[in-house]
Antibody, heavy 122, light 110 residues
Framework: QVHLVQSGAEVKNPGASVKVSCKAS????????VHWVRQAPGQRLEWMGW????????KYSQKFQGRVTITRDTSARTGYMELSSLTSEDTAVYYC???????????????WGQGTLVTVPS | EIVLTQSPGTLSLSPGERATLSCRAS???????LAWYQQKPGQAPRLLIY???SRATGIPDRFSGSGSGTDFTLTIRRLDPEDFAVYFC???????????FGQGTKLEIK
């Protein structure tokens, strides 16, 4: 059974960086692509990017390019999303999510982590 | 960039009634790339429908999706109390690759 368990809530000052983790269990981490999606209060969900668990290739949304870094540690079966130069507009719940197919970026998200609230006070 | 607009913003119905939720795209999209999710407070979204009309694993058959081109619909027949939640549509673009979501429809108990 696929489980994605994320790290706990964070409060960061403006200008700082945050790194959120997503630990996988129940499947071969190297065979899947892990995406990151965020949900700011009152805003629609936003896709941020993905990482291939096997080869480490990444792709980022143009909106976050240059500010987001997605990595993984295969031995720890964990993916990471780091967002830098935080502002109050980055206050959101950040999710890791995955398609069900192996080795593909997918067209929708079958599995989701529980979410991590990142708060950046204004 | 394709924009998804959902309507209505809020839908007030009673258990047992039928719900019809709309998702309109700003330009034609492939039916293969349209999905619907349900989200309850404090929870992650849950995939309901993919490919516009295919139910995800474990989703009850009272949920159905339809549509093509720019207009897509999620129908929930015979609402169950557990169905009251927020629903999002989502589409996939391959060139450039990106995923975009609608703003959501809140289904509330009347």
């Amino acid at each position: 059974q696929v489980h994605l368990v994320q790290s706990g809530a964070e409060v960061k000052n403006p200008g700082a960086s945050v790194k959120v983790s997503c630990k996988a269990s129940g499947f071969n981490f190297r065979s899947y692509v892990v995406h990151w999606v965020r949900q700011a209060p009152g805003q629609r969900l936003e896709w941020m990017g993905w990482i291939n668990g096997g080869n480490g290739n990444t792709k980022y949304s143009q909106k976050f390019q240059g500010r987001v870094t997605i990595t993984r540690d295969t031995s720890a079966r964990t993916g990471y999303m780091e967002l830098s130069s935080l502002t109050s507009e980055d206050t959101a719940v950040y999710y890791c999510a995955m398609p069900s197919g192996t080795g593909i970026t997918g067209t929708e998200f079958d599995y989701w982590g529980q979410g991590t609230l990142v708060t950046v006070p204004s | 960039e394709i924009v998804l607009t959902q309507s209505p913003g809020t839908l007030s119905l009673s258990p047992g009634e039928r719900a019809t939720l709309s998702c309109r795209a700003s330009q034609t999209i492939s039916s293969s790339y349209l999905a619907w999710y349900q989200q309850k407070p404090g929870q992650a979204p849950r995939l309901l429908i993919y490919g516009a009309s295919s139910r995800a694993t474990g989703i009850p058959d009272r949920f159905s999706g339809s549509g093509s081109g720019t207009d897509f619909t999620l129908t929930i027949r015979r609402l169950d109390p557990e169905d009251f939640a927020v629903y999002f549509c989502q589409q996939y673009d391959s060139s450039p690759q990106r995923y975009t979501f609608g703003q959501g429809t809140k289904l509330e108990i009347k």
